[in-house]
């Protein structure tokens, strides 16, 4: 009874922290994205801009807000406006490597030698300014040129998931989880709490979880791109479950070695368990899709209204706070 008056309180007020901020940092994100077009005299691509603001709007307070809780605070202006940059510099990277805009030796000139690349486009325009600005702005410059140096070895080996490349099962896992895990690492650069083990475990494998709920969700984008993804594998998602639920595992027990009060772990746990929540409820619509068929459909040959979870519905929004209930709780 004890804890779940505890997450009553918690969960509603974790979800309207998180709502007012993804509002509020969102609308600050078009109106920044605005004066860069303004000053450098062109434009974003109309998605990439939206990519922009609406990643810097959910990860703000979903991620970055819940790792600086833990210090027993919110992130501030100056780490909003890092961590702003950092998705202007990775939504244009990513752009970069998805239209193959760049050969692999430019891509990683671009990455690790920015300050020797002679920009033309707008966009490489844009992303050295960024790039450049958070490579000055990080304390422990070394560690994070290690980082960028890893990241950009597994962003090139994304490009192994195109085409009819042949990967083994634990080669895909190694790709999606160092390219998902790193990614969301450099974030706790932007931050300024002092860096700890125990807290980097974290933040790599909430990454990691991330990426297989983005691959999740987007089987049949993927399948029509012939991207491979772990899930576009799947032939039992009672199977796939499991593997995703040890996961969370390795995750609660990565909280539970961090060196924090035990209240804060618990509410670090729950903002930790609402990201987890999306995952399993594509999971739960996968399931449903098996146990009608008396096995799992060929995912290839489903049409896009099945695989689409809405997260508006009325069931999905309970399951959310039925799964957020059950994984948030530390033992």
């Not at 939504?91 to 033309?120: C, H, R, V």
């Amino acid at each position: 009874m004890a804890y779940f008056l505890w997450y009553c309180v918690h969960v509603f007020r974790l979800a309207a922290h998180v709502l007012r901020t993804r509002k509020r940092e969102t609308k600050r994100a078009w109106g920044l994205l605005s004066r860069i077009e303004e000053r450098q005299q062109g434009r974003f691509g109309k998605a990439t801009r939206k990519k922009i603001a609406v990643y810097h709007g959910i990860y703000t307070p979903m991620i970055c807000d819940a790792f600086a809780r833990l210090h027993g605070r919110l992130t501030h202006t100056a780490e909003k406006d890092r961590l702003f940059h950092y998705f202007i510099a990775s939504s244009l990277y990513d752009d970069f490597t998805d239209e193959q805009m760049f050969s692999p030796e430019s891509l990683k000139a671009i990455m690790l030698e920015p300050q020797n690349w002679k920009a033309g486009s707008f966009d490489e325009r844009v992303f050295l300014d960024s790039h450049l600005l958070l490579c000055e702005s990080v304390k422990d410059r070394e560690g994070y040129t290690r980082l960028l140096r890893e990241m950009t070895i597994a962003q090139l080996s994304s490009r192994e998931q195109e085409g009819e490349n042949e990967l083994t099962d634990e080669r895909l896992q190694e790709i999606t989880f160092r390219k998902g895990g790193y990614s969301v690492l450099l974030c706790r650069y932007y931050l300024d709490t002092p860096a700890t083990a125990a807290e980097d475990a974290c933040w790599y494998r909430i990454g990691a979880i991330i990426q297989l709920t983005n691959d999740l969700y987007d089987i049949h984008k993927d399948l029509q791109q012939h991207i491979k993804t772990l899930p576009d594998r799947m032939q039992d998602a009672y199977r796939f479950e499991a593997f995703f639920l040890h996961q969370l595992q390795e995750m609660k027990d990565d909280i539970g070695r961090l060196s924090f009060p035990r209240q804060r772990k618990q509410e670090f746990s729950l903002a930790m368990a609402g990201i987890y929540a999306f995952g399993l409820i594509a999971l739960d619509q996968l399931k449903t899709l098996q146990d009608r068929n008396g096995h799992l459909p060929e995912l290839a040959t489903l049409p896009r209204k099945t695989l689409i979870i809405d997260m508006e519905k009325p069931g999905n929004i309970l399951k959310w706070f039925r799964y957020t209930y059950r994984y948030a709780r530390m033992i």
